[in-house]
C-alpha cells in the first residue's frame, strides 16, 4: 500500500514538474513565435540572449564572491571551535561531545561534503542575485551602443549622452554589488554572534573581543563597501543636473559651490574609510571602523548643515546668484521639448474684418469645425452602430482630398466590442472565431450638417458607401484596432470551418474567412504549445479548428506596439487612414523620451521628448511597420544600432498614408505646457513670473477647462495655400482673484509635406485687448437674447451642449465660431441635434439659428451692418463667391443684402397673416 501511495505521489509530483515545464517553454516558443510571425524575430531574441550574458555574468561574479566569502566563514567558524574561548557556545557545526582545541577536525561532517553545501547555497543565492540583474540589459546595450548629442553642459562638460546612457549604466553596476554584499554582510552580523565567541565592552579599547578570523571577515566586507559607497557618492554629483533642489531645475549656485563639492569630500572620505577598514584586517581595533562610520555621517550631517544656511543666503539675493544658471534652464528645457527651432511672428490680432476677408479665405471658412467630435460620436453610434456589438471608440480628424480639394474629415472606425458580446452572446465559439472583426468606417466633412441638425456623412452604412470622390473602403473588415481587446479568452482563431459573422445582410448575415498574412499556426506541436500556453484543452477539441486556423493574439494596437518595442512610449490617440487603394491602416506616433536631460523641467515623468517614429498597424493584416520621422534624435539613433533592421526610413512609408501623417497631440500638448513658461528668453522676466501664460479655456456642459488643441485646415497668415495644423491659443496666467483671459498668443503645428513639424508661435500685442475664448463664452452668457435662447432650450428635460469655441486667425484678425447642440432627454431620445452657431469677431456677437456657416456670416455683418464687399456688388441669392449658382447639397453662400430682404419678406407675410385674422374675426 505504501508503494503504492509513493508511486502515485511521485507520479502527481512528475506531472506537475512536466506542466510547469511545459507552460515554462510553451511561453517562450509562443512568444518567439509571434515575434517572428511579424518579421521581428530579433526583437525577441536580443533581449533574451542580452539578459542571458548579463545574468551569466553576474552569476559568476556573484558566485565568486559568495563562495570565498563562504569559505572565509567556515574557515573563521571552526578557528573560533579550536580556539579555547571561555564563553559557552550558542551555536556550534558539530553536533557530538566536547572537543578540545588539539583536535585537527572540529565536525564529524567531511571537509568536501561542507564545501559541497557552501558551493550549493553560493549557487542558489547567485542564482536568484543573478536574476535580478537581468534587468539591466537595456542599460548595458544602450552604453555599449550610446549616440553622442553634440552637446555638452558647462558644469561638467559632458555630452549629454553621458547623463542618458552612461551614468544609468553605471548606477545600475554599482547598486547590484551594493545590495549584494549588503545582504552578505547582514547575514554575517546576524550569523557570526551566534557563535558565543564575542566578549567585552565594545566601547572600551582591548575589551571588546571579536574573533581574528570575524575581523578579518567583516574588514573586507566593510572595506569593500565604503569603496563602493565613495564611488557611488561621487557619481551622484552628476545627478544635480537632472534634479531640483533650489530655484533651478538643475545644476544651480548651491549645487554647483556646495552640493558637488561636498559629494567630492564625501566620496573622498568614504574611500578613507575604505582603507581604515581594510586595516582592520591587520590592527584589532574595531574603533577604526566604528571611528570611521561616526566621521562619515558628522561630516554627512554638518555638509546637509552648510548646504542649508548656503541656501538660505542665496535665496535672499536669488536672482543674482542664479541667473547664470537660469540661462541654462531656459536654453536646455527649449531644446529638450524641441522649441528652440521654433519660429515667433507677430500677429496684429486686431484688424477689422470683411466679407472681403472671408471670401479670400474660403478654404479656411470651408474647413472650420461645426461637427463636435462628442456629440458626433453620440450620433454615431444611435445612426451607425446598425447592431449592439458595434462600437465607434472615438473620433480622428485628418484631411483628404475630396472632389478634387482638400477637405478637413472626422472620421471613425466601427469595431466589434468584445465586451458588449460578452454580455450578450459571449460563448466561447462566438467570441473566438464568429465575432472576430469589425467593419468599415463613417466620415463626414467637418462643417457640413444636414437639415435635420445631424452630420452629413459622405461614408457611411454596411457595406461602405461612398457619396464622394476621393474616399472608398474596398477592404472595410479590422481585425486589429482600438477595441479588439479580447480580454476574455485573449484571443481570436481565423480561418476555422465555422464561418465568421462579417456583417448584417437583412434577415441573414453575410460570412467570411480571414485570410490575412498574420496568425499563429496550430498544425502539430503548435496546438500543444498553444493550449499549454492558454491553459485550454478548447484548442484541441473544438472541431471548428483544423491545420489552416490562424490564432490571432495582440489585437489591439497600441498593445500589439507596445508589445514589440516598448521602449518607445506611444501616444494616446491612434488614427486610422482609409488609403487610396481602399485598405484601412492605423497610424501610431511613437515617442523617444528620457528623464535624464541635463537643465530640463519635467513634464510629467520626462524632461526629453521627440516624436522620431511613425507606426503603421495593418487594421486586416496585422503587419507592425516602423517609420523613422527624425533622423537627428540621438535615442532613435542608439536603438537602430541596437536593433538594427527594425525601422524603416520614412520615404518608404507609401505615398497615400504619408499624405496623411498629422502632427501628434500629446507631443504638442507636452510642447505647448512647456512653452507657457519658457517662451521668455530673458532671464529677469522668467525670474519674476512677469510674463507666464496659461492654456486658453473655454465653457462646456462639465464647466470651464482648457482648450484642448484642435485640427484645422487654414491659410496661415503670409501663406498662399491652406494647411493641416495644429492650433492651441493661450492668455496671460491668472493670479489670484486677477483673471485675465484675453488672448496673448497662439501656437500652429504644421502636418503637411516639407513643412511637417513646423512650429510657429504667432504673437500678438500686449497693449491691445484680443478677445480669448472664455471672454466670448462670457459674451454669450452676457447676451440678454442668446441666454435666453438658450435658457429656453434647457427646458423640458433637453440639454444645451456647447460645441468646442474655435479661434480662427483671418488677415490679421479673429473669427470665433461655436455650434449649439441640443440633446433631448425625453422618451429615451438622446441623439445631439445642432441647432444654432454662435459667431464673433472681436466684441460682437451673434448665434443663429442655422446648419450653415455661411448664413451665420451673413446674418452677422447683416446685423453689425458691415460693408458687404470691397470688390463688388451683392450676389444674387443662390449664388456663390464666384457668382456660379451653388450646387445642390454644398454650402449656402448668403449676402448680408439678401439676409435684410429676406427678412422684410417674412415681416410682409406675417402682417398680412394678421389681417387675414382680423377680418375673419
Known sequence: MKKLVTLILSLMIFLLVSFLCLKLFSGLYINYSWFKDLGYSQ????????????????FFIYFLIAFLMSLIVYKVFTKIQREEIRVKSKFHLYVIGKVTAQEKDVTPVSKKRIIAILAAVSLILSVFFAATAGNGWMNLLEFNHSTDFGLTDQVFNKDISFYVFKLPFYNFLLKSLLVYITGILLLSLFLFPLTGSFSGNILKKGSFQVPEGVRRFWSILTGILFILFGIKKYLSMY?????????????????IHITVPLAKVMAVLAILCGIASLLYFIINDHRLVIGAVIIYVIVAISGSFVHSVIQYNVSNNEFVKEKPYIEQEIKFTRMAYNL???????????????????????????????????????????????RYYYRFNDIDIDRYNIDGEKRQVLLSAREMSDQALTEKAGTFVNLTMKYTHGYGAVVTLANEIDNSGYARLVLKDIPPKSLVEGINIREPRIYYGELTNDTKYEYVVGNTLAKEFDYPLGDDNAENTYQGKTGLSVKGLNRLFLSAHFETLRLFFAREIDENSKLLVNRNILNRARTLFPYLRYDRDPYMVIAKDGKLYWIIDAYTHTDKF????????????????????????????????????????????????????????????????????????????????????????????????EIAKKVDEDGTKNIEPYYSTMRLPGEKDPEFTLIRPFTPASRQEQHRNNLVAWLSACSDGEKYGELILYKVPKNVEIQGPL????????????????????????????GNLLAVPINGGFIYVEPIYIRAEQQGASIPQMQAIVFAIDKKIVMVETKNLDVAVAEFFAKEGAPETQHGGPQKP?????????????PITITPKESVLQKIEQLKQQLEELQKEVESM
Open 43 to 58: 526583437l525577441f531574441i536580443t533581449p533574451v540572449l542580452s539578459k542571458i550574458k548579463i545574468q551569466v555574468l553576474a
Open 340 to 386: 528652440d527651432k521654433i519660429k515667433v511672428k507677430d500677429y496684429p490680432g486686431t484688424t477689422e474684418i470683411t466679407m472681403d476677408d472671408i471670401e479670400d479665405n474660403r478654404s479656411t471658412m470651408d474647413n472650420i469645425r461645426l461637427n463636435d467630435p462628442k456629440p458626433l460620436q453620440t450620433v454615431l453610434s444611435q445612426n451607425q452602430g446598425l
Open 598 to 693: 541635463p537643465y530640463s523641467t519635467p513634464v510629467g515623468d520626462l524632461n526629453y521628448i521627440r516624436n522620431s517614429v511613425k507606426v503603421v498597424v495593418d487594421a486586416y493584416h496585422g503587419t507592425v511597420d516602423y517609420y523613422i520621422f527624425d533622423k537627428n534624435d540621438p535615442i532613435l539613433k542608439t536603438y537602430l544600432k541596437i536593433f538594427p533592421g527594425v525601422f524603416k526610413d520614412s520615404s518608404k512609408l507609401p505615398s497615400n498614408l504619408a499624405d496623411h501623417v498629422r502632427y501628434p497631440e500629446d507631443y504638442f500638448n507636452i510642447q505647448s505646457t512647456v512653452l507657457l513658461n519658457y517662451h521668455v528668453s530673458n532671464p529677469q522676466v522668467f525670474y519674476n513670473r512677469e510674463d507666464t501664460w
Open 775 to 802: 471672454m466670448i463664452d462670457s459674451l454669450i452668457d452676457q447676451d440678454t437674447t442668446i441666454s435666453s435662447k438658450l435658457t429656453l432650450w434647457s427646458q423640458g428635460g433637453s440639454q444645451v451642449i456647447r
Open 878 to 890: 443662390g449664388t456663390g463667391a464666384t457668382g456660379q449658382p451653388d450646387e445642390p447639397g454644398g
Open 239 to 255: 545627478a544635480v543636473m537632472y534634479a531640483q533642489t533650489g530655484y533651478v531645475y538643475g545644476a544651480g549656485y548651491t549645487d
